[in-house]
């Protein structure tokens, strides 16, 4: 059986930060490269501009030779048990091919924290390595969520997306960065997630309508984390349809010190660990997951696939770049995410879900939907054994960071 590869240049390997974050992990430790040998990671479909990452002149001569099949391997979200066997080769023979047979030396605590994650990650959570591990500092010093101050509005072809039917009674309204859900329920729709406040507008509002869906049945909107990617259109939702807004209390506290554009909401519902929000037929329950943003709230819910219940793990908080000179607050960020990854498990959810896409690849995966054959497993279920490396990628990535600044000079 032959397997065809899609057309990839080699542009596309430069702009894609987890594929240069999965051949690093392939690399023997301590490889060290040119200038020639660098590939530079641009902003593209939506990511972060991550800088520079070093690649060995061996690693720049394998992907130009395998390029196709090595993005096809780690870009798929679908994979049949002839496929996975191929890329399962195809990486194996992409690490004897560049000589990185890895002999482990003694590690200090911040390369076993690194280690691990890189175990964890595997081929499926590159994104989540980058930012949490690679790239944890911030990329734009003095930025940040939140809200507070003019906004300059990106060119709407970087960010916009179209909305996605992906469960039964789950709904995609994200722009190919941020993601935003509307969970529809026998009594109305529960909303996780309200984007930029430029995008609020054309990507939840007019999403819902276009997905047949109406705004004004809105009930409740639950923010994960109070920054500005999240949260400004929370206060359009709350005047115009009269929604609940459902927040961490820290984050409550937090956005009431600021101007958000679009508003600043008034406080509603606090949301407390263990609570749940319950509309009709659908109950999700809140975890408390404070880290990235001291009131990061996580969820568990159900949702159905062809009638089909199944249980979503909702990751709210993100990078570490707000955090990452904190060492107590690192810690705390890896202890929520460990807890979180017990409940999830004993809840046997199989679903991931975040609210970044380089995170979760949820505007890929909400692509992917469109062509997806009966019988074929759905994209976002990734198993109870994925979800739980997920979690343990971004619980060790926290704690590299904070042994990191244990060494002198850091």
Same mark, same amino acid.
């Given at each position: 059986?032959?397997?065809?590869?899609?057309?990839?240049?080699?542009?596309? =390997?430069?702009?894609?930060?987890?594929?240069?974050?999965?051949?690093?992990?392939?690399?023997?430790?301590?490889?060290?490269?040119?200038?020639?040998?660098?590939?530079?990671?641009?902003?593209?479909?939506?990511?972060?501009?991550?800088?520079?990452?070093?690649?060995?002149?061996?690693?720049?001569?394998?992907?130009?030779?395998?390029?196709?099949?090595?993005?096809?391997?780690?870009?798929?979200?679908?994979?049949?048990?002839?496929?996975? $066997?191929?890329?399962?080769? !195809?990486?194996?023979?992409?690490?004897?091919?560049?000589?990185?047979?890895?002999?482990?030396?003694?590690?200090?605590?911040?390369?076993?924290?690194?280690?691990?994650?890189?175990?964890?990650?595997?081929?499926?959570?590159?994104?989540?390595?980058?930012?949490?591990?690679?790239?944890?500092?911030?990329?734009?010093?003095?930025?940040?969520?939140?809200?507070?101050?003019?906004?300059?509005?990106?060119?709407?072809?970087?960010?916009?997306?179209?909305?996605?039917?992906?469960?039964?009674?789950?709904?995609?309204?994200?722009?190919?960065?941020?993601?935003?859900?509307?969970?529809?329920?026998?009594?109305?729709?529960?909303?996780?997630?309200?984007?930029?406040?430029?995008?609020?507008?054309?990507?939840?509002?007019?999403?819902?309508?276009?997905?047949?869906?109406?705004?004004?049945?809105?009930?409740?909107?639950?923010?994960?984390?109070?920054?500005?990617?999240?949260?400004?259109?929370?206060?359009?939702?709350?005047?115009?349809?009269?929604?609940?807004?459902? !927040?961490?209390?820290?984050?409550?506290?937090? =956005?009431? $010190?600021?101007?958000?554009?679009?508003?600043?909401?008034?406080?509603?519902?606090?949301?407390?660990?263990?609570?749940?929000?319950?509309?009709?037929?659908?109950?999700?329950?809140?975890?408390?997951?404070?880290?990235?943003?001291?009131?990061?709230?996580?969820?568990?819910?159900?949702?159905?696939?062809?009638?089909?219940?199944?249980?979503?793990?909702?990751?709210?908080?993100?990078?570490?770049?707000?955090?990452?000179?904190?060492?107590? $607050?690192?810690?705390?960020?890896?202890?929520?995410?460990?807890?979180?990854?017990?409940?999830?498990?004993?809840?046997?959810?199989?679903?991931?879900?975040?609210?970044?896409?380089?995170?979760?690849?949820?505007? =890929? $995966?909400?692509?992917?939907?469109?062509?997806?054959?009966?019988?074929?497993?759905?994209?976002?279920?990734?198993?109870?054994?994925? =979800?739980?490396?997920?979690?343990?990628?971004?619980?060790?990535?926290?704690?590299?960071?904070?042994?990191?600044?244990?060494?002198?000079?850091?």
């Amino acid at each position: 059986m032959s397997l065809k590869m899609p057309e990839i240049d080699a542009g596309m =390997i430069a702009r894609r930060p987890e594929i240069v974050a999965a051949m690093r992990v392939l690399l023997p430790e301590g490889s060290t490269s040119t200038e020639e040998d660098r590939l530079r990671v641009h902003k593209a479909d939506g990511l972060t501009a991550y800088g520079e990452l070093p690649l060995t002149s061996a690693a720049g001569e394998f992907y130009a030779t395998h390029r196709a099949a090595l993005v096809y391997c780690l870009l798929s979200n679908h994979l049949g048990r002839v496929r996975m $066997k191929f890329c399962s080769a !195809m990486m194996l023979a992409a690490a004897l091919c560049m000589g990185a047979a890895v002999t482990y030396a003694a590690e200090d605590a911040v390369e076993t924290h690194q280690r691990n994650a890189k175990d964890a990650a595997g081929l499926d959570f590159q994104g989540t390595l980058v930012r949490t591990c690679i790239a944890p500092v911030p990329l734009n010093p003095g930025g940040g969520g939140g809200g507070g101050g003019a906004q300059k509005v990106p060119d709407r072809s970087t960010w916009y997306a179209e909305p996605a039917k992906v469960y039964d009674n789950l709904y995609f309204l994200g722009t190919k960065i941020h993601s935003s859900w509307a969970l529809t329920t026998s009594q109305g729709i529960i909303l996780i997630d309200t984007l930029y406040n430029y995008a609020v507008e054309p990507e939840i509002v007019d999403g819902m309508k276009k997905m047949g869906l109406d705004p004004a049945q809105v009930k409740y909107v639950l923010i994960s984390h109070g920054h500005g990617d999240h949260d400004e259109g929370a206060n359009l939702m709350q005047q115009r349809y009269g929604a609940k807004i459902v !927040m961490g209390g820290p984050d409550w506290d937090a =956005i009431e $010190k600021t101007t958000m554009p679009g508003g600043t909401p008034k406080r509603d519902i606090v949301g407390t660990d263990g609570q749940k929000i319950t509309l009709g037929d659908t109950t999700v329950t809140i975890v408390a997951t404070p880290g990235h943003t001291p009131g990061t709230l996580s969820f568990l819910f159900s949702v159905k696939d062809n009638g089909m219940p199944a249980t979503v793990a909702y990751s709210g908080g993100t990078a570490l770049q707000v955090i990452y000179r904190d060492i107590a $607050k690192l810690n705390g960020y890896s202890d929520s995410e460990k807890r979180f990854a017990k409940l999830a498990a004993a809840q046997n959810a199989t679903i991931l879900m975040s609210n970044h896409s380089e995170f979760d690849n949820a505007y =890929i $995966k909400a692509r992917l939907l469109a062509v997806r054959k009966p019988g074929e497993a759905h994209p976002f279920d990734v198993g109870t054994e994925a =979800i739980a490396r997920y979690l343990t990628v971004k619980s060790e990535c926290a704690l590299a960071q904070a042994e990191r600044l244990k060494r002198p000079n850091s």
